[in-house]
């Protein structure tokens, strides 16, 4: 034990560099659980099929993920822009939600469609992993503030790297996060003694979100107190809010007024603040700690002590601190649209303060509370980067049969609105059901094919399970608690169309256990469609 301790004195800078390097490439094999064969990184994007009717037709034409049952969420608008870039577009006015509004914040957009060269479906892909790359790029940049020299620099790095803001900005591939190195990028060159390559690069962070623009409080601060000195304040301040003027006199030319100039965004001081605190405390005392409003308090304590610091650790002569004063002067003004949800959108619109809070809190023990109470949002983090499910299913046998090349219809498998959202891990993947639910197996092809389809039915109570085609049973068992029993169905023919399975179970769902929302009856594991050929080959004895 001694030897090891006096080892970790004399290697103290190695083994930081090593766990920032184990980190980033933790990051990054968390990241590939995202790529879905055949759809890509698409699940970040959050599409929701309710909508899918309205996607432009650039969208329709490739393969994605699309949540069940789900409306999507914003990243859905800003990846059709970028597929589609073209404003007047009649589809793109019917697949984005108050396009006019949307269409604000078009900087990653265009520089998903740049690097496609105008491919609307690598565009996609491109948009959906913008936040993987600048999450990236932030790492490093962050360096410049927390050096690997100290356990403490390594651990304010992690906390910015996984705060729920960032991570949320990631998982549905929305603006957030590339925002936020930006407005890095421009203090460091403000710091570096380049102020007009900060306004440069902050007058286009306005593109990217209006609200970035407010990061030129950090060149608000004259060299000397002459009127040389605040003019050329100005003259930066004018750089920095530019862009986004001249672009939404374009918008407002191109697409005229918005109907939704977002103004649930905004409301007077502190209302949705104290709102949301007083939600918060209501469902948690109702629910218990199980709550999903337990999200919500760990966000609300780490603004709320990240304000308190500001306020009272004034520092105006640091970048950082004048542009966390401008951003908690928002805070102070946002409205329900922001706060509301588990645990809401207010971590990535602050994220900023966020950053800022970590490069200023002074070192010391006695910092360590304050420092822990202003990033308490990393412990609710680990559901947004939580990997995606796939769909439940795989598809596997003769390629040539799984899809229909001509209008790009694939041989699935869709699941009723009874069964959960897919989950999986390293090993296995699967769906739990909340009693007797259907499953559809799709065959787009004109003509009749044979497949093998394999599960895995496994239970968390004593219940019967059948597999019903009909009114034909081709499969019931009884199910002793943890039980897992494999199903095959082998050669069977499946006709144009769809196939209607019905599952059925003799007991409804229960809650497994108190940290656990859900009533769970049964879940499918593994479920794989073999594709063997067309019905009327024979197939091979085995």
Not at 167 to 185: E, K, M, Q, T, Y
Not at 417 to 433: G, I, V
Request: proline content about 5%.
């Amino acid at each position: 034990m001694a030897n090891l301790r006096l080892f970790l004195q004399r290697n103290s800078g190695r083994v930081i560099w090593l766990a920032y390097g184990l980190t980033v490439a933790l990051f990054l094999l968390k990241c590939t659980q995202f790529y879905l064969p055949g759809k890509g990184f698409t699940y970040l994007v959050m599409f929701g099929d309710k909508d899918s009717a309205r996607f432009i037709p650039q969208l329709r034409a490739v393969n994605h993920y699309e949540l069940e049952n789900s409306a999507g969420y914003d990243g859905a608008y800003y990846a059709q822009i970028a597929m589609q870039p073209n404003l007047s577009d009649p589809a793109l006015k019917r697949g984005v939600d108050n396009l006019a509004y949307r269409a604000r914040r078009i900087l990653f957009c265009w520089t998903a469609y740049g690097l496609a060269l105008g491919n609307p479906g690598l565009a996609l892909q491109i948009y959906a992993v913008q936040n993987i790359v600048c999450w990236l790029l932030l790492a490093g940049l962050l360096l410049r503030w927390f050096p690997a020299t100290s356990w403490q620099n390594y651990l304010r790095w992690c906390a910015v790297m996984f705060c729920y803001g960032l991570c949320f900005s990631l998982r549905g591939s929305l603006v957030d996060g590339p925002s936020l190195l930006l407005i890095a990028c421009g203090v460091a060159l403000l710091e570096t003694g380049r102020p007009w390559w900060s306004a440069i690069v902050l007058g286009i962070s306005g593109l990217g979100k209006e609200t970035n623009i407010l990061g030129g409080a950090a060149l608000a601060y004259p060299e000397r107190n002459t009127v040389r000195a605040w003019a050329k304040v100005a003259l930066r301040g004018l750089m920095v809010v530019l862009p986004i003027m001249l672009w939404l006199l374009v918008i407002r030319r191109w697409l005229g007024p918005s109907d939704d100039l977002g103004i649930r965004n905004f409301t007077v001081p502190l209302a949705s603040y104290w709102q949301k605190w007083f939600d918060t405390i209501t469902e948690l005392v109702a629910e218990g700690p199980g709550s999903f409003a337990r999200s919500s308090l760990l966000m609300l304590v780490s603004l709320t002590t990240q304000f308190l610091f500001f306020a009272f650790h004034r520092k105006l002569e640091n970048p950082w601190w004048r542009i966390a004063a401008v951003y908690s002067v928002m805070m102070i003004f946002l409205g329900e649209a922001v706060w509301e949800g588990y645990p809401g959108a207010a971590s990535r619109v602050l994220l900023p303060m966020t950053l800022a809070f970590n490069v200023l809190v002074p070192r010391g023990r006695r910092w360590w509370l304050v420092l822990l109470l202003g990033n308490l949002t990393v412990f609710a983090s680990q559901d947004m980067l939580r990997a995606a499910g796939s769909e439940s299913y795989e598809v596997k046998g003769e390629r040539s049969l799984s899809m229909v090349s001509e209008t790009g219809r694939l041989v699935e498998a869709v699941f009723d609105d009874k069964w959960y959202p897919s989950e999986r891990s390293n090993l296995e993947y699967w769906r739990w059901s909340n009693g007797s639910a259907t499953l559809t197996l799709r065959n787009p092809h004109p003509f009749p094919i044979l497949v093998t389809v394999s599960f895995g039915v496994r239970t968390k109570d004593q219940r019967t399970v059948g597999l019903w085609e009909g009114t034909y049973a081709r499969w019931e068992r009884k199910l002793a608690a943890g039980e897992m029993r494999e199903v095959k169905v082998r050669n069977m023919r499946l006709e144009p169309g769809d196939t209607l399975w019905r599952f059925e179970t003799d007991s409804p769902g229960a809650y497994p256990d108190s940290n656990d929302r859900r009533r769970l009856a049964f879940s499918l594991r593994d479920l794989t469609i073999t594709i063997i050929g067309k019905a009327d080959v024979v197939p091979p004895l085995h």
